[in-house]
């Protein structure tokens, strides 16, 4: 079956502009996370979606970033006034379980 | 909230020869430990992984063990190849992840020297 998507693949913005970034999990997977890797570096948490439910958006960087899960499928992370700090891989992952599935990543730069 | 310690950062091996990552966690209500395999510009891919109610486990040339009085977790490969080379990384969490999601080591990068 298809796997976590993610697009776009690349995203390249100016500073001060905003992005969004989208994630198709699996079909059936209950369970949504979204990370960041930065280069050369482990992965970061950045929040969770359990179906329907309201996330937990304690793990987010600041209060550019939001993100939200439509119908409990697809999910989009937003971040506003992009910063060059923020250039990095965002991963989106699914599970069922405990196995999480990750998609292959946006690498946003911002210049 | 959790943290989690990997070791080394950059490991070479020559190939055929083991090699062993080690990791060390710190929230005791961990109960979940997976490793992942990212090579160059890929996603991260689930190789292995070991639940607290068991010590040991073992998948063809790879096996991951778990102390948890200790609190460290390793992976063992055996009979090296060059297509193990690529960055692993360790992670822990309180059943599969939930609302603090998965926490990740910063990764060791594998060489396999021919």
């Known amino acids: 079956g298809a796997g976590v998507s993610q697009s776009p693949s690349n995203k390249v913005t100016e500073k001060g502009k905003d992005v969004e970034l989208r994630c198709d999990p699996i079909?059936?997977?209950?369970?949504l996370y979204w990370y960041r890797q930065s280069l050369g570096q482990g992965l970061e948490f950045l929040i969770y979606f359990q179906g329907n439910s309201a996330p937990d958006k304690s793990g987010l960087p600041s209060d550019r970033f939001s993100a939200e899960r439509t119908g409990g499928s697809v999910s989009t992370l937003t971040i506003q006034r992009t910063q060059q700090e923020d250039s990095a891989v965002y991963l989106c992952?699914?599970?069922?379980?405990?196995?999480?599935?990750f998609g292959p990543g946006t690498r946003l730069t911002v210049l | 909230g959790e943290n989690v310690e990997q070791h080394p950062s950059t490991l070479s091996v020559q190939e055929g020869d083991s090699a062993v990552i080690k990791c060390t966690y710190s929230?005791?209500?961990?109960?979940?430990f997976p490793w992942y395999k990212q090579e160059l510009g890929k996603r991260p891919q689930l190789i292995i992984d070991i639940r607290s109610n068991v010590g040991e486990k073992k998948d063809q040339r790879i096996a991951v063990t778990l102390n948890k009085t200790a609190k460290h977790f390793s992976l063992h490969i055996t009979e090296t190849q060059p297509e193990d080379s690529a960055v692993y990384f360790c992670a822990a969490s309180e059943s599969g992840g939930g609302a603090d999601g998965l926490t990740f080591g910063k990764g060791t990068h594998l060489i396999i020297q021919p």
């Open positions: 079909s059936g997977h209950t369970a």
């Open positions: 929230d005791s209500a961990s109960n979940y």
């Open positions: 992952a699914s599970s069922q379980e405990y196995t999480q599935y």
